[in-house]
């Protein structure tokens, strides 16, 4: 049987970024994959023949250069189709408000009231979010002790944050734990730019914009100045560079390779067996599922109580739906140019409007008026279809886990018509131009991903479960009690979307780890 150094359990971009980094570093490494390819969350999907579209997420937006350069993703084939994608907020009268890195405006160019108000408020969250950044790429301080080196790394953010003046010390320590709600109404008045902006405030989560807390997630978004890109050849491409990566640092990959169980001898792992009886040997085991399904597959009687209360406690209650469109043509937004149709449209009418929603899914309810973050990806990429037309990629959120009728045909023909109409609306044709189209409900999307309640972060990206308490108090620092066994996936620090940043935090964590005992 092959001795391994590390088994790595899961192909994502965690998944894949852990192996990159733990190969890379000489230690002997298997990538076992459930799916016949990579990527999870962030693989492409084909919505009819010779139409490929990103199945689920469809944008980077924290993926940056460290990363794209300590794996060598640039030499494995990663590419941006667009960068800096300007975010385009519908408003039914045609006049849509632009969000930019360089300011805010119509679409028709015209000057929009509150613009400066709001470029100082995402001045000032971008500013914060620089500093909370600077923690992203080390394992979170332990609650239980603080060696020197972490409390270097916090004195040194604590400097940090002294250093940008009294008025913005004062202003980061009032708004850190506050809800994107009132600090974003505290300067600019509601409407199409204020949800557009509070939109990074929610998506992904069961959160609303009232929620404690979102002005942290948000922060979390605007790491790199909020820019959002789009991806060459769609995720799909993405996770083939981190595959690549991987493979080029050593690392074996196994696919159609799913985990049944873990092997644990006194309380150590020692391997896996695969669900045909395959058994696999290793020293380590990194696992890119969520904390709960992790302790399953280890045996949750090497676990104490509290550790169970506590993974069971993790909110991850999904939100999220993702619709993807064939078009026969492109679809023609009234009000926009070219570019703007490559850019990121978002329907987000207002704050208000982001709460109704909210209220909605929490009560099992399809929404009446969707929220979404959609592109039309072909119109940068045209290799993502053969022939003519397009794809439309659509972000759904405030779609709830337990629809009160159930998840069926109907039910996601019924989300599909609940979207389709909406961007008719915009876009009058579209509706006419649709050849087929695909619905993932959050029940779809555990079933296919593993992702619990299909939550696209495995967690809620919320105060309560960031940084030192993310995924929970005692797992926070990636090792779990069993001696050899590591978390790497989104659940963990720093978060969700496609960075590879847990993945590489939990690989190193596992490198420092002295005498085979976890890093405390």
Known sequence: MTQYDAIVIGAGHNGLAAAATL???????????????????????????GFECPAMAHLLSNLDGAEIATLGLDGHGFSLAETDLPTVSLCPEGKHVVLESK???????????????????????????????????????????IDLREALALGKLALGIRRMGKEDTREFLRVLLSNSYDTILDEVEDGPLAGAFALDSVLGGHIGPRSPGTVLTLMYRLANGGAKHLPRGGMGAVMCAFEASAKAAGAEIRYGAAVDRMLVEEDRTVGVVLADGTEISGAKVLSSLDPRTTMVLAGVEHFDAEMIRRARNIRAKGCTAK?????????????????????????????????????????????????????????????????????????????????????????????????????????????????????????????????PGGHWHHGEMIADQMLMLRPAPGIERYALPVEGLYLCGASTHPGGDVTGIPGCNAAKASLQAKMGRAAA
């Open 103 to 145: 300011g805010v405006r119509h679409s028709d160019g015209t000057p929009l009231v509150g613009e400066q108000e709001f470029l100082a408020l995402r001045a000032r969250l971008v500013r914060f979010a620089g500093k909370l950044a600077e923690l992203k790429r080390r394992p979170p301080p332990g609650l239980s002790s």
């Open 323 to 451: 619709v993807n469109l064939a078009l026969a043509a492109a679809p023609v937004f009234a009000g926009l140019s070219d570019e703007l149709h490559r850019g990121r449209l978002v329907h987000a009418p207002s704050l208000a409007d982001l709460e109704k929603a909210f209220n909605r899914a929490k009560y099992g309810e399809l929404p009446t008026s969707p929220v979404f973050e959609a592109t039309i990806p072909s119109l940068s990429d045209p290799g993502l279809v053969d022939g003519e037309g397009h794809v439309m990629s659509i972000v759904v959120q405030y779609v709830p886990y337990a629809l009160k009728t159930g998840w069926t045909a109907e039910s996601r023909d019924a989300l599909a018509d609940i979207v389709v109409d909406c961007l008719d609306q915009f876009a009058p044709g579209l509706k006419a131009s649709v050849i087929a189209r695909q619905v993932l409900s959050p029940v779809d999307i555990e079933a296919e991903t593993g992702a």
């Open 23 to 49: 190969a890379g570093a000489g230690r002997k490494v298997v990538v076992l994959e459930k799916n016949t390819m990579p990527g999870g969350m962030a693989a492409n999907t084909t919505i009819a023949p």
